[in-house]
């Protein structure tokens, strides 16, 4: 079984849940910038989180165009946009039978930045390092350690056939976060736990950083998202290189956050004033250059409390989708 | 004894451990202690030792940040072998100057020293690797002779060849991947830094506390290394 690559996108590539366990090597951990439709995408084409069958491809900004070429189970979720299978509108959210031939035709986001497709057993490529998720920084993992390209076959592990199923209306396409109203600009508040560096920083760094208001860079990409806004005051003098985990928020010298991404690199040397909570990464992952975000300071036990919340919810959309 | 620790958040699925915060053997050896001991916890995902601080990911959906502080309170307390904690040498042969090594003249004018003694300063001691990071398998190490000290290039090389040797202000390392850089290459080694056991894994051949001793070799065994290393 396989899918053919008809189009030249952007950038779509294939990612899973990401490159766990290696990172003590200077393996960057990749994987679906906005896990949570990602995930989604999986559940609605009966895929277990399981290596290999987590696997998606993720479209950024723009879709493309891919011609089925066996009986294929599939699901798009993520960024809003317009979906044909050969000339018929077909909704996201939703797993659907092509057939053999059949092409289907993701247009670009009409709101929102990434765009997930899944298929039923999701793709066989060869795991690097367990994941199949692609590092286009060192060319390795998902397909040839690329970004997907027209003629491209991806393999699709045989599986036995699934359901159509749609995820219930209940279920939030995104995860559930605060929001506040500049206007009638709807701005996400990013919940951020405070560390590992925040000490550091002159005492009027955090106050400001909750008040601010950032724009996205046009800079930004699967690395790092960077902001613009107030500058915050940063620590004097250099600090001794250490560890980034994804949703790190960086002040770089000129005062402005770079908010860590699946990307990125797995040492830094800026201070880091906290960490975007699991559970909002995804909001920030669909948000496009120059839009904007907001941040607030949460517990680092509030913040587990709302993962706890989230992983229920996807338990039970898991017996539900099973139960049918 | 260990309040000097700072244990810190990294959002809801890690902590930082940090130590007193500067770069020496001995701190980064309490590093890598406690990266040894931490190895054996069910309850850890994945460490990533560092200089002077160890990141720790755990499963947050069975433990809280309370009961995970806890536990590496515990773990700092507890004993290793030092066998287990010192790591091991790896010796790297290189192949100084000429077409492998193009900075070696400069290294050596810049140093106000002959190339035959640049090389001999490089490759006479042992260099403790911190960390990896920046690429997979990339040697953050320790221990340069200050005489030895190079400013980078002006303007980073678009591609530099994997396996190049290089100094970059205070610091040596090697390239495992071909890459853009901005360090002087003195050398170049034959050797892969994975060990690999067919494409799907390629675990570098040293690790964080390891330790790294460049050994001159020829041009002629770097040939016959590198016909060895492509099975012809």
């Known amino acids: ?324 | 004894m260990y309040q000097d620790i700072m244990i810190r958040p990294c959002g809801d699925q890690a902590l930082m451990v940090m130590f007193e915060q500067r770069i020496s053997e001995e701190i980064h050896q309490r590093v890598i202690r406690l990266d040894v001991l931490l190895r054996n916890d069910p309850a850890v995902w994945e460490i990533v030792p560092a200089y002077a601080s160890v990141l720790v990911y755990y499963d947050p959906l069975a433990y809280t940040y309370a009961e995970m502080e806890k536990r590496i309170r515990k773990h700092l307390s507890g004993d290793v072998s030092v066998r287990e904690a010192d790591g091991k040498c790896v010796v790297i042969p290189v192949c100084y100057g000429g077409e492998h090594g193009p900075d070696l003249a400069f290294v050596a004018a810049n140093a106000g020293l002959s190339e035959s003694e640049v090389i001999q300063l490089h490759s006479g001691r042992e260099y403790r690797i911190y960390m990896l990071g920046f690429l997979p398998g990339f040697p953050y190490l320790g221990g340069m002779d200050p005489r030895l000290e190079t400013p980078r290039l002006p303007s980073p090389r678009t591609l530099i060849p994997a396996g190049s040797v290089g100094i970059g202000g205070q610091q040596t390392g090697i390239y495992p991947f071909p890459s853009p850089g901005g360090w002087r290459l003195i050398g170049r080694t034959p050797v892969s830094l994975f060990r690999s056991s067919g494409p799907e894994e390629k675990v570098p051949i040293f690790q964080a506390g390891d330790r790294i001793r460049f050994e001159p070799i020829s041009p002629e065994e770097y040939q016959s290394m590198m016909r060895e290393r492509d099975g012809c």
């Open chain 1, 1 to 324: 079984m396989a899918v053919e690559f008809l189009s030249d996108s952007p950038l779509a590539t294939v990612q899973d849940t990401g490159r766990i366990g290696c990172a003590r090597y200077g393996y960057r951990r990749c994987g679906a910038c906005d896990a949570w439709s990602a995930r989604i995408a999986g559940l609605l084409c009966g895929n277990e989180s399981r290596s290999g069958q987590d696997t998606v491809i993720e479209f950024t900004l723009r879709g493309g165009s891919l011609r089925f070429m066996e009986d294929t189970l599939f699901a798009v979720t993520g960024a809003d946009c317009d979906l044909q299978l050969d000339d018929a509108a077909v909704p996201m959210y939703q797993s659907l039978y092509a057939r053999a031939g059949q092409i289907l035709n993701i247009g670009a986001a009409k709101s929102g930045l990434r765009i997930y497709l899944a298929v039923r057993g999701g793709f066989a490529l060869p795991p690097v390092m367990g994941s199949r998720s692609t590092d286009t920084v060192c060319c390795l993992g998902g397909y040839e350690g690329r970004k997907l390209r027209k003629g491209d076959l991806l393999p699709v592990q045989s599986f036995p056939p699934g359901r159509c199923q749609a995820l219930p209306a209940a279920f939030p396409v995104s995860p559930p976060g605060r929001v506040r109203w500049i206007g009638a600009d709807r701005i996400p508040v990013l919940r951020v736990v405070p560390g590992p560096q925040d000490g550091l920083f002159p005492q009027d760094a955090g106050p400001l950083f909750c008040r601010s208001v950032y724009e996205i860079g046009s800079d930004s990409n699967r690395m790092g998202c960077r902001l613009a806004g107030a500058p915050l005051p940063v620590p004097r003098g250099d600090m001794i290189s250490d560890p980034i985990v994804e949703g790190s928020v960086q002040i770089s010298s000129d005062g402005q956050p770079i908010v860590m991404m699946a990307d990125h690199q797995t040492t830094g040397g800026y201070p880091k004033i906290g960490t975007v909570i699991h559970s909002d990464l995804p909001v920030l992952a669909q948000k496009r250059p120059g839009e904007r975000v907001a941040f607030s300071f949460v517990t680092v036990e509030e913040a587990q409390r709302i993962r706890r919340g989230n992983e229920a919810l996807f338990k039970e959309l898991e017996r539900w989708l099973a139960g049918r």
